[in-house]
Structure formats: structure tokens, C-alpha cells
């Protein structure tokens, strides 16, 4: 038997319909991830079950730098006590081998006068390294071997004076100082800038000396799986800027909006602003120059997870010009605002170009009926404003008395009176 056709036709029919509607997207809830990089620029990274330990000893200099102030001060502290009661060890065998500790011994020859004790021969190393010469003790030219010894202290002297001057400069002037003052703005944001949509960044420098070829780079990090099921946990992704591909380095002399443009090259491609707060992606921002006053190279760092994107707004003009000198208001340096932005990802913003068209024109429109409502409560406040005026006339002249007035029309068998008040 054939099955009976209905009425209605299939494509219209509660299949049909429901295959036509557009299906919502499903999102999974983000897992709270770990950021590569600190707001500060610190890494977070922990190095374990390092087993060649021996390989940092190999560059001492650089170990000494990277070691923090207080385990400086005691090494160093610790290198300089030892190195004098080494060597107040070998005059004291020095002024013991030639027989100047007999206290018999009074008017002989002495290799170094003064020295009677392990006490003056302490106080006659300090004297030696440090090169201070009370003028008390002092050697004599009957021993070659005082001489050999003073010959090697001062070499030791000098070679740990040196390193320990170098390490303090190299701690003093390290580049995450001058790092200090380049500043991020909090908060990155998503707008559409000449009709495509842009990642844009704040970037400024607080000094009056500036950094020499500033450069800007951008790192998108996540978590990926090759087609083969191989699992990167820490995938850098390499992300172009317009200052990157406009020349190779930046005037940072006032505070600039680093812009990426999102198209097909970008990782943010396609994501929309519900993705995006779902994802797990990290944006790492680098800016990296040359200091003007010291030479050295600095690089300051700072990264922006998803909640820190705010999609939809716009950083606020800072720059300002005030009796013919440029003005920036650094309290306003994060401040942002909403602006009409799609929802979308870039990727349907591309292959449906009216979405932007649609938002413009409705952005437009609220535009203009918040216009009209604001002009709208403005004549009320106005026609309130001069009928409470009005009013309180009224109240006022309503206490003065004012005569009455009669006037008389002729008539024939009427007698009419107009009382005027």
C-alpha cells in the first residue's frame, strides 16, 4: 500500500523547518588555565630535577647576577672575610717561620714589623687588600717570601674587587629596571577599525628619554593537538601587528594603540565573542628596545588572557593639545568605551559583509534616539522650568488689589454692567 502524500509540502513541513533553523553553537566551560606570562612580565615557569647542576658554576658572572640581593651581600661578605683570614693565616706563618713572634727577639731583623700575634696579622691583611696603611705595621725587604705573599694578595684583592663591582653594576643597571616604566594598558579590546575587525593594545613610556627602535610582538599561546594526537601544551603562535608590517620599529615618544589586524592569517580568525570567553588562549605582548641614556637593551612583557579582552570597545583619546604643547592624561591610559561592534567572528564578518552594515545602521539609530530623548527631556526640563516661573508670578501679583472697573453700554430697556477685574 503506498504511503499517502499530505498536503503540505515536506520542505515546509516541522522537519523541513527544523533543519532550516540555525543551530546555536555549543560551548564548553573554560577551564581555568595557568598564564604563561604574569601582568608584571614574570614568567610562570618552574624548572625541576635539573640534574647537571654544575653546568650554572660554569658562569659564575652571570649565576652571581641572577642571584638576588641578599644572597649577593652574603656571598660576597663571606668571599672577603675568608680571603683575609687566609691570608693573615700566611703572614702569620711568615712572621712565625723567620722567628719574629719570640717575644726574646726584640731589636733582630723582621720581616713584617708590627705583626705579634694572629690579631695584628688580621689587621695587617685588611690593611694590604684594602690598602688602607695605618703606617704601624709594615714588611721589610729581609724576606722574599712577604713579598711573594703581598704580591699575591693584592692580585686577589683586585680580581674580587672587580668582579664584585661589576656584579653590582650589572644588578643596578639590568634592563627590567628601565622596564618599570613602559606601561600595558589593563585590558585589550575588540572594535572594527576601517571596517575590519582589530585586537588592539595601549603601550606608553613614562621617561622623557626614550627607547631607541622600539619593536612590538605579538604571541598567541595555547593548548593544541596535532592531527597525529600529539599534545603541545605551550604552542606559540606568532601574530603580525600594522607597526610590524608598516616599518621595523616604533616613535614611542607618546603612548600608542598597537592594532592587529584579524584576518585570515590571524589565530583569532574565528572566534566570536562567545568563543572567545571560553577559550583558553593567552596573547603575550612583548616590546623590546634600546635605552637612550645607558645603551642597553630592555624588553618589558606583559600577556592578556580571554577575560581580559573586552570585545566591543575602544580606548579613549588621551593626547591633547594645551597652549601648543601635547598634553597625555595618564589616568585616563585603560580607560575604554562601548563602540558598535558585530558579534561575530571575523571569518563570517568576511563572507557576510551587511552584518557590519546592519550594526553601523542600528548603532546609528540608537545614536540618534538618544538624541532625540535628550533633546526631548531637555524642552520638558525647559517648559517646567518657565511654568514654575509663571506660576510663582501668578502667586505674586495675586496679593495686589486691583480695582474694579465699570463701564456702562445704552441700551433701551436693558441696563447691562461689565465688571473688568
Known sequence: MLARKSIIPEEFGLP??????PRKPVFRDRVNKARFIAKNGSCNL??????EQGRFLQDVFTTLVDLKWRFTLVIFTTTFVSSWLLFAMSWWLVAFAHGDL????????HCVIGVKSFTSAFLFS?????TIGF?????????PAAITVLILQNIVGLIINAVMLGCIFMKTAQSNRRAETLIFS???????????????????????????GATVRLQVVRKTTTPEGEVIPIHQIDVQTESAMASNSLFLLAP??????????????????????????????????????????TQARTSYVSEEIQWGHRFVPIV??????????YSKFGNTMRVATPRCSARELDEKPNILIQTLQKSELSHQNSLRKRNSMRRNNSMRKSVGSGGSLRRNNSGIASPKVQFFTPADNCQSVNAVT
Open 16 to 21: 523541513g523547518l527544523a533543519s532550516r533553523l
Open 46 to 51: 618552574a624548572h625541576k630535577n635539573i640534574r
Open 102 to 109: 719570640d717575644p726574646q727577639r726584640l731589636h733582630g731583623p
Open 126 to 130: 685588611i690593611e694590604v687588600q684594602v
Open 135 to 143: 703606617g704601624g705595621r709594615m714588611i721589610t725587604e729581609q724576606c
Open 186 to 212: 589593563r585590558h585589550a579590546v575588540i572594535a572594527v577599525r576601517n571596517n575590519r575587525l582589530c585586537f588592539m593594545i595601549r603601550i606608553g613610556d613614562l621617561r622623557k628619554s626614550m627607547i631607541i
Open 256 to 297: 600608542l594603540i598597537i592594532c592587529h589586524v584579524i584576518d585570515k592569517n590571524s589565530p583569532l580568525y574565528e572566534l566570536s565573542a562567545m568563543e572567545l570567553q571560553c577559550s583558553d588562549l593567552e596573547v603575550i605582548v612583548i616590546l623590546e628596545g634600546v635605552v637612550e641614556t645607558t645603551g642597553i637593551t
Open 320 to 329: 591633547t593639545e594645551e597652549d601648543g604643547v601635547y598634553s597625555v592624561d
